[in-house]
């Protein structure tokens, strides 16, 4: 009996080294830790380095299909999103590792290296969104972090770099020929051989100590070897994690890019291809009526089609000087804006605008003027536009479509003191209607493809005259700032001092002068 024991341990304990060697993890110096205990642990910020592996430490979903179905409609088109769509159960049923080398093959081959920014511009805010607050707080623990990651890694770098602060990323390189993705990954040991070479020859400066972060078998398990203590996660433990709240995001998400503003899971895509051949029918039917009916007429017909507008008027009505208009300064969404406040307070304007399509010009229910950049003589053309009648202005030059402001340009404030700030905003389920580098005359088709959009349009009290340019003494910075902390006040929003050229100099890399 006594040696049935021993040779019974003898055989367990042959069976744990074996486990230790496929995870490749040391018996040596190495504490492997539950990742909810012990949240008191404090590392030493700039002598420890955290190892994570993205899918299992940071992001509660499993799935991956949102993220490559993001690459397909953003950067391969409509067609490609619904080959991967009908691709997708054949996918599952190849076993993970194939399916990511399908998924990949699908959403890259064929797409230029230069002109793919999805990883920069949409995917950081999806990423964002599936964050799990228990993972989030666990990896932040450290100032010095690696990220690695199976996906391939153009689309992690941005967000991993940008949001969590690493100080470098492992992932899956994209092969590439003349420029163009061949939709093949190299091998997993290329990542596994950079990190241990960064780590080995300690090209990150000194440390004391590795921690990692893991899944208990995942195929990283090689990389934990260098790591003193290894925190694993399972999956019964992500599906109780929390969502990080926007509040905790390192760093405010305030510019992103995309056409789906919903995620892209396999349900919601199909539901949304479904949708589709109606929404683009019941989108033209809808700019339709917008531009041959009276705002009388449309807006009842429009309301009765899903489209309503929700508006706040003040109670005293609206006075200009008799000879010249009134200046509407209003934060910017969609290039509907101006069209909506228009028929909130019923009176035809004139919408000066920047980058707008001929073909936008062409359909528009009101007139447009295109500025030229050029500060004197777009004061002058609006100057004698705001003679003839009202007008209204976007100082922001972009849209922004999270709850912040960018800086107002102040020219408007050196043409009248009549300006009536007006607050606006946009509720949509589906898709955005406003890109930074897709097609702008699509804009207005997206916005009303949702099932039901709404526009929200308050219209704010006339500046008084303490606050005004001519009249009260104020800089046109200082009116500029003024309107701009009105509209956030009336909207909940936060005011920046980011502007245009900072915006798409992140989303498409240039100055969004088309």
């Known amino acids: 009996m006594v040696e049935f024991r021993k040779q019974f341990m003898k055989t367990l304990f042959s069976l744990f080294k074996i486990l230790l060697r496929r995870l490749e993890l040391p018996q040596e110096s190495k504490t492997i830790i539950n990742s909810h205990a012990n949240h008191s642990t404090r590392f030493s910020s700039d002598q420890t380095i955290m190892v994570f592996d993205l899918e299992a430490a940071l992001l509660k979903s499993s799935s991956l299909f949102p993220y490559f179905m993001l690459v397909a409609f953003e950067a391969g088109g409509l ?84 949001y969590i602060g690493v100080e470098g990323v492992m992932g899956r390189e994209m092969k590439v020929v003349c420029g163009y993705f061949l939709g093949l990954m190299e091998e997993k040991e290329v990542a596994f051989t ?30 934990l070897r260098h790591c003193k203590e290894v925190y694993l996660v399972s999956e019964s433990e992500k599906r109780n994690w929390r969502i990080l709240p926007r509040e905790r995001y390192p760093k405010p998400l305030i510019f992103h890019d995309s056409r789906l503003s919903f995620r892209p899971t396999p349900f919601a895509t199909f539901a949304m291809f479904m949708w589709l051949p109606f929404a683009f ?12 009916l009276p705002f009388e007429i449309s807006n009842p017909i429009l309301a009765f089609t899903g489209s309503t507008s929700i508006i706040s008027v003040p109670k005293h009505p609206l006075t200009s000087a008799k000879s010249r208009g009134s200046l509407y300064v209003c934060n910017h969404k969609t290039l509907l804006d101006p069209i909506f406040i228009s028929s909130s307070i019923l009176e035809h304007v004139t919408a000066v605008t920047y980058s707008v399509s001929r073909f936008n010009e062409i359909i ?6 295109r500025l030229a950049r050029d500060r004197g003589r777009d004061r002058k053309l609006m100057d004698e536009k705001l003679s003839q009648g009202n007008l209204v202005v976007c100082p922001e030059g972009t849209t922004c479509r999270e709850p912040y402001l960018l800086r107002f340009s102040p020219l408007f404030a050196e043409i009248t003191d009549e300006i009536v700030p007006v607050a ?15 097609s702008k005359c699509l804009d ?40 701009q902390n009105e509209i956030a006040k009336a909207l909940g929003f936060e005011c920046t001092s980011l502007t245009r ?14």
């Open 79 to 162: 067609i490609r999103a619904l080959f991967l769509l009908i691709a997708y159960p054949f996918v599952c049923s190849v076993g993970k590792e194939l399916g990511l080398k399908i998924m990949t093959f699908i959403c890259f081959v064929g797409i230029r290296e230069d002109k793919f920014r999805a990883g920069s511009a949409v995917l950081p805010k999806f990423f964002l969104e599936d964050v799990g607050c228990e993972g989030f707080d666990l990896v932040m623990r450290c100032e010095r972090k690696i990220g690695v990651s199976k996906l391939p890694r153009i689309m992690v770098e941005g967000f991993l770099k940008d």
């Open 194 to 223: 950079s990190l241990n070479e960064i780590l080995l020859e300690k090209k990150m400066g000194s440390f004391a100590a590795v921690v990692g972060c893991s899944f208990l078998m995942s195929p990283f398990g090689q990389l």
């Open 281 to 292: 029918l019941l989108s033209i039917f809808r700019i339709t009526i917008g531009v041959l």
């Open 364 to 369: 528009s229910p009101i007139r447009t003027i």
């Open 424 to 438: 606006v905003n946009v509720q949509i389920s589906m898709f955005y209607g406003s890109t930074a580098t897709g």
């Open 444 to 483: 207005p088709f997206f916005h009303f493809m949702n099932p039901r959009p709404r526009y929200f349009v308050k219209v704010l009290e006339k500046l008084p005259g303490s606050q005004t340019h001519m009249v009260g003494g104020k800089s046109s910075f200082e009116v500029a700032n003024y309107v």
């Open 501 to 514: 050229k900072e915006k798409y100099k992140i989303l498409a890399g240039n100055n969004g002068i088309i």
